[in-house]
């Protein structure tokens, strides 16, 4: 899907493998700048796209507080998702977080 290759763009001067090599920006424009110079290797592109483990789903009950649930479905409208999509979303990531070792 993604070439291996060298970069062609002669203004990108360095590549990234991981998302932890990305500093802390003071602003916008410093943003801008490290961006404009940096780019991200197919590996890290790859690894960024969601794919989903199946279309198969199961129907699940959880039980939540209802103020819980209101702060939820809250969050999830400020960013413009469905809040059970949200919710699998968040399992997804922290299952990948346990499975490599990061509590």
Do not use: C
């Not at 993604?2 to 360095?14: A, C, E, L, M, Y």
């Not at 690894?47 to 649930?69: K, Q, V, Y």
């Amino acid at each position: 899907m993604f070439s291996q290759t060298k970069n062609h763009n002669p203004k990108i001067v360095r590549t990234i493998n991981s998302w932890d090599e990305v500093p802390a920006f003071q602003n916008a424009s410093e943003e801008m700048e490290y961006w404009s110079k940096t780019g991200l290797s197919a590996s890290l592109i790859q690894s960024a796209i969601f794919t989903p483990e199946g279309t198969d789903s199961t129907t699940i009950t959880l039980r939540m507080d209802p103020r819980m649930l209101a702060r939820v479905k809250r969050l999830a409208r400020q960013r413009y998702l469905n809040y059970q999509s949200m919710i699998k979303q968040w399992i997804a990531e922290r299952m990948e977080k346990e499975l490599r070792g990061e509590y």
